[in-house]
């Protein structure tokens, strides 16, 4: 069975720096597009950023574009969520998510197989 863990959420202040993981395990990691969508309260759950299974095509959403970088180790059965410049709005919970075959550019949650638990993600004034 698939499984994705989360970690590397916390409290930190506007402008600040945080480094999200998420660690796959039951699967052929390269075989899986990756990605992180976040969810705040009362909102939608929402598309962050994807990277395809070799980590050679990227997408991000706009409003996180230059401030997130999406990266994946495929030898830690692992992708990354860089995110730097924190602000306010950024307060979700962040949740991974895989897609086999997936191309690294879709923003549609209904179209990943596997999900992991979440983790929290708090910024502060």
């Known amino acids: 069975q698939a499984q994705l863990v989360e970690s590397g959420g916390g409290l930190v202040q506007a402008g600040g720096s945080l480094r999200l993981s998420c660690a796959g395990s039951g699967l052929t990691f390269s075989n899986y597009a990756m990605a992180w969508f976040r969810q705040a309260p009362g909102k939608e759950r929402e598309f962050v950023s994807a990277?395809?299974?070799?980590?050679?095509?990227?997408d991000y959403a706009d409003t996180v574009r230059g401030r997130f970088t999406i990266s994946r180790d495929n030898a830690k059965n692992t992708v990354y969520l860089q995110m730097n410049s924190l602000k306010l709005e950024d307060t979700a919970v962040y949740y991974c998510?895989?897609?086999?075959w997936g191309s690294g550019s879709d923003y549609s949650a209904r179209r990943y197989n596997f999900w992991g638990q979440g983790t929290q993600v708090t910024v502060s004034s």
């Open positions: 990277i395809s299974g070799r980590g050679g095509n990227k």
């Open positions: 998510a895989a897609q086999v």
